[in-house]
Structures are given as C-alpha cells and as structure tokens.
Antibody
Framework: QVTLKESGPVLVKPTETLTLTCTVSGFSLSNARMGVSWIRQPPGKALEWLAHIFSNDEKSYSTSLKSRLTISKDTSKSQVVLTMTNMDPVDTATYYC???????????????WGQGTLVTVSS | DIQMTQSPSSLSASVGDRVTITCRASQSISSYLNWYQQKPGKAPKLLIYAASSLQSGVPSRFSGSGSGTDFTLTISSLQPEDFATYYCQQSYSTRITFGQGTRLEIK
C-alpha cells in the first residue's frame, strides 16, 4: 500500500522559513517512473502546484514561487523535503504531497495524495 | 504557464442526473489532462488520467474525453457520494497547473 504523510510546523511567523517533510512508503524514491510533488490549497480556494522532484533529481518549481522554494529528497529515508522562505499570511494553506506516476509516453499524474497539513502564517 | 479554465464554476444537480464539466487549456496539451475529485476536508482523489483512462477502483459512471485544448468529465448518473469539487490538471508542461475547480452541489 502506497502512503504519503506530511509533517512540519502548524504555525509559522511572517518572514520565517517553512520546512515540510513528506515521508513515503510502499514505493521507492529511486523508481524511475515515480516522483513526489508538493501542492497547496488556501482555505476555500483552488489547488496550486508548488514543486516536484524525480528519482534522477530532476526538479521543477512554480513560476511565481520559484525564488522561495527548494525541494530535495533523501532516498534512504524515503523523504522529500520542501522549504519555502519568507513566509507571509497569504501562504496560509493546507500543504499536500503526492506521488507522481509517469509513463513511458510522458504523461503523468498525482496518485495517491497525503492527508495534508494545515500551515498557518501569523505573528 | 498553461492556463486551465473550468466551466461551470459551480453546478447544482440531482441524484440520477447526467453531468458534464468542461476544462479548456490555453494551448494544446495533447491528452496530458487529469481529473480529480475532492470532498470537504479530504485530499484530492484521482479519477481520470491521460484524458480518458479511468483510474482503478473508480466507478464506471465517470468518464473523460477530449484532446488538444478541450476536455470533458462526465458523470453518467449522479450518486449521493459524487457531490464534491472537481479539478482538472495538465501535465503537458513540467510547470503543472490546475483548473479553478467545479463545485457540484445537490439541487
């Protein structure tokens, strides 16, 4: 059974750096056809993709947040870490990690998702 | 970035109705389009991948179609558990984008 679980602080202050960890089980981060992505959702709003990383260390970041984000992985620990600098109250959201499945044809999708973790930015 | 636009933003329907949700991409994305269902307080769940492939375990009343810029998600006969928010997502570009969501409510 494939599972992902997000962990990190529930409350951060403005200007601080957020560090979130996604711990996966049931698949390996060294699998060439799989990766992990971070997606967030402000309360009552739509999903917003943030970043992803694949087994070969291929990474991609949201255009609007690229300067603030860093994604990395520790294959031996089955963990993917996302850091976001200079947090602001508008970054208050539920943060999800999700497994990426990628086919030989190049199409890919998110399945499954972690349960999500609500991060509030407030002084 | 590729923009994804869903319509309608919200929809009221009754159990047993046939419902169609549309997703339009700002440029051609071939068949690199996925659909997700999200219920309140829960993580999204994959329904359809690669525009028309039904994810394992998803009821056959869900179907997807389209290619290029225009896509549809159809629920053939609404069930009470289908009332939720639906999102499309493109994976043509490595910079992923989602639609703004379609909220499906009980009439």
């Amino acid at each position: 059974q494939v599972t992902l679980k997000e962990s990190g602080p529930v409350l951060v202050k403005p200007t601080e750096t957020l560090t979130l960890t996604c711990t996966v089980s049931g698949f390996s981060l060294s699998n060439a056809r799989m990766g992990v992505s971070w997606i967030r959702q402000p309360p009552g709003k739509a999903l917003e993709w943030l970043a992803h990383i694949f087994s070969n260390d291929e990474k991609s970041y949201s255009t609007s947040l690229k300067s603030r984000l860093t994604i990395s992985k520790d294959t031996s620990k089955s963990q993917v870490v996302l850091t976001m600098t200079n947090m602001d109250p508008v970054d208050t959201a539920t943060y999800y990690c999700a497994r990426i499945r990628r086919t030989v044809a190049g199409t890919w999708w998110f399945d499954p998702w972690g349960q999500g973790t609500l991060v509030t930015v407030s002084s | 970035d590729i923009q994804m636009t869903q319509s309608p933003s919200s929809l009221s329907a009754s159990v047993g109705d046939r419902v169609t949700i549309t997703c339009r991409a700002s440029q051609s994305i071939s068949s690199y389009l996925n659909w997700y269902q999200q219920k309140p307080g829960k993580a999204p769940k994959l329904l359809i991948y690669a525009a028309s492939s039904l994810q394992s375990g998803v009821p056959s009343r869900f179907s997807g179609s389209g290619s290029g810029t225009d896509f549809t998600l159809t629920i053939s006969s609404l069930q009470p558990e289908d009332f939720a928010t639906y999102y499309c997502q493109q994976s043509y570009s490595t910079r992923i984008t989602f639609g703004q969501g379609t909220r499906l409510e009980i009439k």
